[in-house]
C-alpha cells in the first residue's frame, strides 16, 4: 500500500490491533467527530419526549409534532451511530464464529463482509435513498397526520446521506484490514494470528 501506516488508531474505542493508514485516520477522525456531534441529540431527544409527555398526562394537550419529532431524531440518532459502531467496532457480531478464529482469519472474514455485504448494501441504500428523497423534496411533502411536520424531504435525506457516511466508515474498516492482510507489516506481526 502506498500509505504509510500510522502508528496509533484515532480515538477509537476498538480495533486497536489493527494498523492505521492516512486515509482511514482521516476518515475514522471525521466519524468520530460526527458521532460526538450527533451523541447529543439523545439528550434533546429525551428533552422532547418528557416535554411531550408533561403535555400530553399534565396539560392534556399532546402534540402531533412532539412525536413525530421523536421519531425524527430517534432515526438520525440510530442512522448516524451505524458509521459510529463501524470505526469503534462496537457493532454487533456473530461472535460463536468469530471468537474461534484465529486474528488472521479474523481479518479475513471481515474483508469478504465489508466486500460481499457491507458495501453492496450501503451502495443499494443510497442509489435507492436519493430518488425517495428527491421525491418528498420535488413534491414538497408533508406529514399526513394533522399538525404533523413539514418538509418530510429531509427525515428523507437522512437516509440516504447515513449510509454513505456509514460506506465512508467501511471503507476506512476496509483499508486498515486489508493492510492488515496486504501491507507492510512489521516482521512480528506479519503471518502472525494463524
Same mark, same amino acid.
Given at each position: ?107 479475513? &472474514?471481515? @474483508?469478504?463482509?465489508?466486500? !460481499?455485504? +457491507?458495501?453492496?448494501?450501503?451502495? $443499494?441504500?443510497? %442509489?435507492?435513498?436519493?430518488? *425517495? ?25 437522512? &437516509?440516504? @446521506?447515513?449510509?454513505?457516511? !456509514?460506506? +465512508?466508515?467501511?471503507?476506512?474498516? $476496509?483499508?486498515? %484490514?486489508?493492510?492488515?492482510? *496486504? ?12
Amino acid at each position: 500500500m502506498s500509505e504509510r501506516l500510522l502508528e496509533d488508531p484515532p480515538d477509537s474505542i476498538g480495533s486497536a490491533s489493527l494498523p492505521v493508514t492516512r486515509v482511514s485516520a482521516r476518515i475514522e477522525a471525521w466519524v468520530l467527530a460526527l458521532g460526538n456531534v450527533i451523541s447529543w441529540l439523545w439528550g434533546l431527544l429525551l428533552l422532547v419526549i418528557v416535554a411531550n409527555v408533561t403535555a400530553r398526562y399534565v396539560f392534556d394537550a399532546g402534540r402531533v409534532e412532539f412525536e413525530e419529532l421523536q421519531w425524527h431524531l430517534y432515526a438520525i440518532g440510530f442512522l448516524y451511530g451505524l458509521s459510529y459502531c463501524v470505526v469503534s467496532d462496537s457493532h454487533i457480531r456473530v461472535d460463536v464464529v468469530r471468537d474461534r478464529l484465529s486474528p488472521h482469519h479474523r481479518n479475513w &472474514l471481515e @474483508l469478504y463482509g465489508i466486500l !460481499l455485504l +457491507l458495501l453492496p448494501f450501503v451502495t $443499494l441504500m443510497v %442509489v435507492f435513498g436519493i430518488p *425517495f428523497a428527491f421525491e418528498a423534496w420535488k413534491s414538497s411533502e408533508v406529514s399526513q397526520s394533522p399538525g404533523g411536520l413539514a418538509h418530510r424531504w429531509l427525515i428523507k435525506a437522512a &437516509l440516504p @446521506l447515513s449510509f454513505a457516511w !456509514l460506506g +465512508l466508515a467501511a471503507i476506512a474498516r $476496509l483499508l486498515r %484490514v486489508s493492510s492488515a492482510l *496486504f501491507g507492510d507489516l512489521p516482521p512480528s506481526r506479519k503471518g502472525g494470528g494463524r
